[in-house]
């Protein structure tokens, strides 16, 4: 586990104990308590079947992490660090090593999200228009490349 991997669990390692344990701690916390909000979020996800991961903000992740949970291969992240889209910096004694910082794999994570939400809107506009279908304009252009 990197430095910024805090913690990293599935569903099924969570025991019946366990969920007693933070059921009884949400219900006796104040309402505010950022700490109960947070078990909350973790037991209905691992209701749901996803496996939880607690990243530090400031940690550093490997390439393979990074792919991870991207949900994407390790030579495709490869490709966005080489071309300088996903900053990173060599590490080891050889510097043959690489590592994302969180805060810049999260910057990354958001312009891809944005980019997604572009081409949706964009492929949703030409679906519901049964006319004619009109180019992006330049400004739309512009916003998908300096993703």
Known sequence: MSDAMIAQFSQNE??????ELAEELIANAPKDSSIAQLLQRILASTDRGIDITVLAADGEVTPNQAASLLNMSRPHLLSFMDT??????????????RKIKMSDLRVFMAARDAGKQIT????????SNSEIVEPLSPEEIGELESL
């Open 14 to 19: 969570i025991t019946g104990r366990d969920r």
């Open 84 to 97: 300088g889209e996903l900053p990173f910096h060599r590490v080891g004694e050889t510097q043959k090593h």
């Open 120 to 127: 949706a809107d964009a492929l949703h506009a030409s679906s």
